[in-house]
T-cell receptor, first 117, second 111 residues
Framework: ETGVTQTPRHLVMGMTNKKSLKCEQH?????MYWYKQSAKKPLELMFV???????ENNSVPSRFSPECPNSSHLFLHLHTLQPEDSALYLC????????????????FGPGTRLTVT | DAKTTQPTSMDCAEGRAANLPCNHS???????VYWYRQIHSQGPQYIIH???NNETNEMASLIITEDRKSSTLILPHATLRDTAVYYC????????????FGQGTRLTINP
């Protein structure tokens, strides 16, 4: 248990469906992240949220829509996905060292295994 | 962030020390060396990080060369549960920073 939970753990959806992935962290962190891991590829960052504000969007298609209502929760809304979007979606959180230059590690959830049919 | 180079795979016998090398010859003075691992189909797990001094925690030791161009992660007494992909990442310490994962080293611990 890392203190980061993700639901659902597995999701199968059709290309016309709309679904949401949920991430919750119980660590008191103020930064949250979405990563994508496709088969046999390295993890790729999708989004970064810091104090509920999006600070990075790694050229992610608009069919992926993140939402961060507070520092403990992060959502990824999915609509009209493609089969190539099938992957493991990982959420992470960390403390934010801000300008102090302190470096903090990221804690990852177990991931949501998404299959688009 | 500086690029890292790691061997694609390594094997180690159970109970022996596993030494995983990483080259980061273009590392900048303000970049830290981080190690994470990912056991099959799970989220990555933080192991250890350091700037220039050697570091040790309950999981592993990190040895960084004096010129900081390479480092070695040491698992002192490897167990079967240490079989995983190990990632060496260098990054600056500045706020909420993304991690850039490479292919990592697939470490297999053999009984």
């Amino acid at each position: 248990e890392t203190g980061v939970t993700q639901t659902p753990r597995h999701l199968v959806m059709g290309m016309t469906n709309k679904k949401s992935l949920k991430c919750e962290q119980h660590l008191g962190h103020n930064a949250m992240y979405w990563y994508k891991q496709s088969a046999k590829k390295p993890l790729e960052l999708m989004f970064v949220y810091n104090f509920k504000e999006q600070t990075e969007n790694n050229s992610v298609p608009s069919r992926f829509s993140p939402e961060c209502p507070n520092s403990s929760h992060l959502f990824l809304h999915l609509h009209t996905l493609q089969p190539e979007d099938s992957a493991l979606y990982l959420c992470a959180s960390s403390q934010d060292g801000g300008r102090s230059g302190t470096s903090y590690e990221q804690y990852f959830g177990p991931g949501t295994r998404l299959t688009v049919t | 962030d500086a690029k890292t180079t790691q061997p694609t795979s390594m094997d180690c016998a159970e109970g022996r020390a596993a030494n995983l090398p990483c080259n980061h010859s273009t590392i900048s003075g303000n970049e830290y060396v981080y190690w994470y691992r990912q056991i099959h189909s799970q989220g990555p797990q933080y192991i250890i990080h350091g700037l220039k001094n050697n570091e040790t925690n309950e999981m592993a030791s990190l040895i960084i060369t004096e010129d900081r161009k390479s480092s070695t992660l040491i698992l002192p007494h490897a167990t079967l549960r240490d079989t995983a992909v190990y990632y060496c990442i260098v990054r600056v310490a500045k706020g909420a920073q993304k991690l850039v994962f490479g292919q990592g080293t697939r470490l297999t611990i053999n009984p």
